[in-house]
């Protein structure tokens, strides 16, 4: 079992930053590909953001490029999503998630075993 846990959450206006961080101790860290996944009131959960285990490639869903930047610390067992430019729509609850068999990652939420709480974005116009 892998606990996956998020911060960083928070209210701001419309154009500005958010970082959000997500910390999932053990040493199978390394090897799990994470990704970051939003749900706003009445939609489905959507993929946001995706990093490989080795943080080699990273992918971005297209509503968020070129805003949010996906990163990890493989040493310290941490992703982070930093968001910048953010709009009304970010706003959602955010998830981080890890997928233990898909070192590459993937935007498919199944794909992914294990999950955190979520934290609220809020975003103000």
């Known amino acids: 079992q892998v606990q996956v846990v998020e911060s ?62 996906i990163s990890r610390d493989n040493a310290k067992n941490t992703v982070s999503l930093q968001m910048n430019s953010l709009k009304p729509e970010d706003t959602a609850v955010y998830y981080c998630a890890a997928a233990s068999t898909i070192s590459s990652g993937s935007i498919y939420p199944r794909a992914y075993d294990y999950w955190g709480q979520g934290t609220q974005v809020t975003v103000s116009s």
């Open 8 to 69: 960083g959450g928070g209210l701001v206006q419309a154009g500005g930053s958010l970082r959000l961080s997500c910390a999932a101790p053990g040493r199978t860290f390394r090897y799990y590909a994470m990704g970051w996944f939003r749900q706003a009131p009445g939609k489905e959960r959507e993929f946001v953001a995706g990093i490989a285990a080795s943080g080699g490639r990273t992918y971005n869903a297209d509503a968020v490029k070129g805003r949010f930047t």
